[in-house]
Structure formats: C-alpha cells, structure tokens
C-alpha cells in the first residue's frame, strides 16, 4: 500500500518568508510525528500527535514552529519568519502502534 | 532526559566481512529499540527492532543483541554487501509520563561504506 508522504520534496524560500511542510501518513495511522535532520546529523524529535491533539511538543525548537493535524490525517508542519538555521530536512512518520514508526522521504528546505 | 550514544560514528567494512554498531541508553524503563537504515536521499526505513523481553534477533545476516543490565545493544550485519553502504541509526524509546505511548530518541548515526 502507500507510504508516507510529504511535499514538497524541496523547497528554498528566503530568509523571514513563512513555509508549510504537508506530510500524509499511512491511512489509518493514528499516530504522526515529525523530525528534524540537520546535514549530516541524527534525527531531532519536533513535535507528535496521536489524533488530532499533540501530548508532546517539547521538540519544537521555537514559537515560530507550530504543527496541526486534522482529521487524524494530514498533518502541517509551519515555519514562521524562517531563518538560515532552519535549513534541514524535515522528516515525517506515523505509526499504528507505540512501536514501529514508516518514515517519509521528507521535505529539504533550504533557506537563502 | 533519555540520551542514547551510538558508536562508532563511520564504519569501512571490506565486502563479506562483518560490521557492528552499538548503542547505549540512560532510561532503564525503555523497553523498545528498533534500528534503521537510511539511504542517501531518503527517509530512514525500519531494519530491525527488539523488545526489553528478548536478548536476541535476527533477521537473515541482520542481528541484533540487547543487555539489559548494561543498558546497550547492539546491530550486527554478516557478509556485508555494497549495497549495506548507508547510515543506520539506532533509537530507545522512553515515556514522558505513564499514559504516554512515549517518543523514540535516536542515535547519531553509523555511516558505513562497504568496499568490494
């Protein structure tokens, strides 16, 4: 069946613009998460919803990160007045049960 | 809060010989610790995963070894292929609070290359 995923696949905007990343979990997937990877670096837990509501958004590195989710499907990760070190890829996975999470190919956003 | 170490950081393995990475975690409540392969330009993909009840897996020339008392496990690739080439990572889960299905907090990462 179909995977995750996200889109864009690549997208540079330029410094202080605002940008959504779009992820679409495995249908039926309560679970949805999101992650950070900076180049070369492991993966930097953001935010995690189960349903629509996020028990845990310790992750998001600042106020001008923020995520939603409607339906207990689609999920929309927004970055406010972006700057350069929010370049990175952002990573998107959902899960079925509190173990196995599916990555998405991600969103490399690059910020000039 | 949960940390998990994860060594080495590359790994150059001759084609056939074997590779291993280990990990360590601080959270003694963990109890789930799957492990991951990502190639380059693509979202990391499940491998192989152990539960805190089990002390060994495998999987075809995957393996993976768990102690609990020492807190660290272990991934263990046999007859290493080309195309094995790719960062593995491995991650513990732990609970933020008891009605929590808890996060995954992962390793740095394990570049290997394997040369034919």
């Known amino acids: 069946g179909a995977g995750v995923s996200q889109s864009p696949s690549n997208k540079v905007t330029e410094k202080g613009k605002d940008v959504e990343l779009r992820c679409d979990p495995i249908s039926g997937h309560t679970a949805l998460y999101w992650y950070r990877q900076s180049l070369g670096q492991g993966l930097e837990f953001l935010i995690y919803?189960?349903?629509?509501?996020?028990?845990?958004k310790s992750g998001l590195p600042s106020d001008r990160f923020s995520a939603e989710r409607t339906g207990g499907s689609v999920s929309t990760l927004t970055i406010q007045r972006t700057q350069q070190e929010d370049s990175a890829v952002y990573l998107c996975?959902?899960?079925?049960?509190?173990?196995?999470?599916?990555f998405g190919p991600g969103t490399r956003l690059t910020v000039l | 809060g949960e940390n998990v170490e994860q060594h080495p950081s590359t790994l150059s393995v001759q084609e056939g010989d074997s590779a291993v990475i280990k990990c360590t975690y601080s959270?003694?409540?963990?109890?789930?610790f799957p492990w991951y392969k990502q190639e380059l330009g693509k979202g990391p993909q499940l491998i192989i995963d152990?539960?805190?009840?089990?002390g060994e897996k495998k999987d075809q020339r995957i393996a993976v070894t768990l102690n609990k008392t020492a807190k660290h496990f272990s991934l263990h690739i046999t007859e290493t292929q080309p195309e094995d080439s790719a960062v593995y990572f491995c991650a513990a889960r732990f609970y933020l609070t008891t009605d929590s299905w808890g996060k995954l907090q992962f390793g740095a990462g394990t570049q290997v290359v394997v040369t034919p």
């Open positions: 919803f189960q349903g629509n509501s996020a028990p845990d």
């Open positions: 996975a959902s899960s079925l049960d509190a173990d196995t999470q599916y």
């Open positions: 959270d003694s409540a963990s109890n789930y």
């Open positions: 152990i539960r805190s009840n089990v």
